[in-house]
């Protein structure tokens, strides 16, 4: 059964940036795949947002910035565990700049993220000290915009905790299973399963949308 899109359904796609794309810093395998998905649902949605991932170079985050350490150890920082990763969307960087192929042009907003050196943002709402405030709610909801539909990159980590936490500021909310890509690293997509099923998110297709995102 298809879904009938409204004037206040958003489009939330999330880093689809080449640093997570085939041949970048910090490549979800098959990310740019999401792309002509994303491109046919834009022509479909009255309001289209996308978030950017963008550092700083000495960002806690990179694993290089912490001597001895590598990508994916995980050490403690002052709001909890932080994941290290490769250098990747260092701001101004053809790294951060968005996959060639994805077309912007209708995006009413572009949110950064990340940009504070000692906060990593996996969610487009929340940074992950879970205080600091991306000003997405307030967006929405001055504007008048209720269901969020999420696509991008990688599902299994900035896709799903910015599917919670617009689940917890009370948008209902879905993610478009064939509009994401997944890192993958041990059960974390199978955690981000039950995770999302676990806050009321519906998983859902781009064929469930209408015809012109099938």
Known sequence: MGIELFDRDVLLVIDVQNDFCDGGALAVPGGQEVVPVINRMAGIFRHVILTQDWHPRDHHSFASNHPGRVPFETIEVAHGKQELWPDHCVEGSMGAAFHPHMHPDRAELILRKGFRK?????????????????????????RGLGRIFLSGLAYD???????????????????????????????????????????????????????EAA
């Open 118 to 142: 000692t906060i990593d943002s996996y969610s487009a709402f929340t940074e992950n000290d879970r205080l600091t405030r991306t000003g997405l709610t307030g967006y929405l909801r001055e």
């Open 157 to 211: 980590y900035c896709v799903l905790y910015s599917a919670i936490d617009s689940m917890r500021a009370g948008f209902e909310t879905f993610v478009i299973e064939d509009a994401c890509r997944a890192i993958g690293m041990g059960d974390s997509v199978a955690t981000a399963n039950y995770r999302l099923s676990e806050a009321g998110v519906r998983r859902i297709t781009s064929s469930m949308l209408g015809d």
